[in-house]
């Protein structure tokens, strides 16, 4: 059970650290730099509270708070009309945050923001973004941010510049003045939920399943949206991450702000902190499980609904949601592991059985796997066995990969296109292909479509670039391909609809059959560059949507010498 001992709102600003002299110390010791105890990051004024778990070899805690950090990015989010949380605008919290920055709406950080949104700085990024900072006014970076947030939010000097404009905002709206005169409101929140969670064991929970620690657990609730809520993390220590749950209220009533019941909420934690100890093991074997990124297809729409658009995205959840249905299993009953389960299934998660089959396994094989991580390739072969269902017999049985194609390329040529419709993609289009040649065969050389077609290239390896018509090397040989675009479609073993389709494929050399062509190819030509951020490598083919990172079909070509067409091996 939880014991909780709330420490009071401070109001004053310069009590920061006589008030931090109360609070219980983490452990510094680390392998790599990270930012100071989540404890020390959490400012003032917050609402804090340290509830502690008995265990037998140490006590958790999980701190409860309002962030000033984190509620100054909800603030200029709601000012910047973008809509990826839904707001809640029938509190009084939200009528006094209108009444006190609405006028500050045309300020440099809001334009900002929703720039920065527009190119992927949206969802969970902005509030990572704040738990890497420092205390206000000051919001430094306390360490260099994780390359994939860094690259969602256009760069190091974007982010300083927003950064600095944050600081700003803060500045002219007397932010810390308006956070100081809602602490009753943030009180309140903050003991709503305490008292939801008073008797779980959240931590213990967590810890005794994954057979792991975290260096901290932290609550950080922002009131002004609905529906929606993150795990995220900071960088790892020789004790586990600091781990956090963005949470938002459930609904909000003239009484006050509410999260749900029990059951609901301590299943929501489950699922946000699980975040923290999934998505580290599949960043391990990325590789590996993008091998299976064609089973996304069939539930492409439904993930992206839910803003799951890339195949790594779509793992963690099966495995996430996966674990909350055991742990609803084991902790809240039959019934609501059943309940939990159909919800999952509803919803799109189609792999839930095969995943839920193996960490069964796990549950009853502990001394073997004492960690979810020493089970986890486990789980990498589920993906990998599914894969292999999904593709039909022998899918993955080839002798020419495109793995295949790129492991035994010793001297290597790249044919670019002369004929694309419109110049200025044509331009970008050859840019891009010197960029890739430079970073991935610096030896090279690149032919154009029509020097090719006048040399013997029999002894190269080839990767050709370009659409069907505006590469005339694969002009010369369209009609013995046995794929086509028509349209918005490709034609390959069936049809594929849809806007910016790619197609990656090996092809037999057409000067000599015993040597590989690799063919990087699309609808349209501005749709091949930066193609290679498509996962691909493990089949002889690949179809993919725009610079999405997993394919929506894949497979191996049914093979007879050097005729190539789509058998009984691709479905």
Same mark, same amino acid.
């Given at each position: 059970m939880f014991r909780f001992s709330t420490i009071s709102l401070i109001l004053c600003v310069t009590l920061v650290s006589a008030c931090r002299g109360m609070e219980p110390q983490a452990d510094l010791e @680390?392998?790599? $730099?990270?930012?100071? $105890? !989540? @404890?020390d990051r959490l400012l003032t004024p917050t609402v804090q509270s340290h509830p502690t778990v008995s265990t037998d070899a140490a006590q958790s805690q999980i701190e409860i708070a309002v962030d000033p950090r984190t509620e100054l990015i909800a603030i200029v989010q709601l000012l910047s009309g973008v809509d990826q949380m839904r707001v809640l605008d029938n509190s009084n919290y939200y009528r006094a945050v209108q009444d006190h920055f609405a006028a500050y709406d045309q300020h440099p950080v809001v334009t900002l923001f929703r720039d920065m949104n527009e190119a992927g700085f949206g969802f969970d990024a902005p509030f990572n973004l704040a738990i890497y900072l420092t205390d206000l006014p000051d919001m430094t970076l306390t360490q260099p941010l994780p390359e994939e947030l860094l690259w969602r939010a256009g760069g190091s000097e974007q982010i300083e510049q927003f950064i600095e404009q944050l600081r700003d905002f803060a500045d002219v709206t007397d932010f810390m003045g308006f956070f100081a005169s809602q602490s009753a409101v943030y009180q309140d929140a903050v003991t709503i939920i305490e008292t939801t969670l008073q008797d779980t064991d959240m931590v213990a929970t967590l810890e005794a399943y994954y057979g792991m620690p975290q260096q901290s657990y932290s609550i950080v609730t922002t009131l002004l949206f609905t /529906?929606? /809520?993150? /795990? #995220? &993390?900071?960088s790892s220590t020789v004790d586990g991450y600091d781990t956090f749950v963005i949470l938002t209220p459930h609904s909000a009533t003239s009484r006050g702000f509410a999260f749900g019941n029990q059951p609901s909420l301590e299943s929501h934690l489950w699922h946000e902190f699980s975040h923290s100890f999934v998505n580290p093991l599949s960043e391990i074997y990325v590789d590996k499980l993008l091998e299976s990124q064609m089973l996304g297809a069939p539930i492409d729409q439904q993930m992206r609904n839910m803003n799951y658009g890339i195949w790594l995205a779509v793992v963690n959840?099966?495995?996430? &949601?996966? +674990? !909350? !249905? &055991?742990?609803?299993y084991q902790e809240q009953g039959q019934i609501m592991g059943d309940s939990e389960r159909e919800i999952h299934k509803s919803r799109g998660f189609i792999y839930l059985d095969a995943i839920l089959e193996q960490l069964a396994l796990y549950e009853t094989s502990r001394t073997q796997y004492p960690t979810f991580a020493d089970?986890? $390739? @486990? +789980?990498? *072969?589920?993906?990998?066995?599914? *894969?292999?269902d999904y593709l039909g017999g022998e899918a993955y049985l080839s002798d020419r990969t495109v793995n295949d194609v790129l492991d035994e390329a010793q001297a290597v040529t790249i044919v670019a296109p002369t004929n694309e419709d419109d110049a200025a993609t044509q331009a970008a289009l050859s840019d891009f +292909?010197?960029?890739? &040649?430079?970073?991935?065969?610096?030896?090279?050389? #690149?032919?154009?479509? @029509? !020097?090719?077609l006048q040399q013997d290239l029999s002894d190269q390896t080839l990767i050709v670039f370009g659409t069907l018509e505006g590469n005339r090397w694969l002009a010369t040989d369209r009609d013995r391909f046995p794929f086509r675009f028509e349209g918005n479609s490709v034609i390959a073993d069936q049809r594929y609809t849809g806007v910016n389709l790619r197609l990656i494929t090996t092809w037999p050399h057409p000067q000599n059959p015993a040597k590989g062509m690799l063919i990087f190819t699309a609808q349209r030509a501005e749709d +091949? #560059?930066?193609i290679n951020t498509v996962h691909f490598g493990s089949t002889d083919y690949l179809i993919a949507k725009g610079a999405d990172n997993y394919a929506i079909h894949a497979g191996n070509y049914w093979k007879e010498g050097d005729v190539w067409s789509y058998g009984p091996i691709s479905e």
């Open positions: @680390q392998s790599t $730099p990270v930012p100071p $105890p !989540t @404890q /529906g929606r /809520g993150y /795990g #995220i &993390r900071s959840e099966h495995v996430v &949601r996966a +674990i !909350t !249905t &055991r742990l609803a089970f986890y $390739p @486990q +789980i990498v *072969a589920t993906f990998d066995a599914l *894969a292999l +292909i010197e960029n890739y &040649r430079d970073w991935f065969y610096p030896d090279a050389p #690149i032919l154009d479509d @029509q !020097t090719a +091949i #560059i930066d």
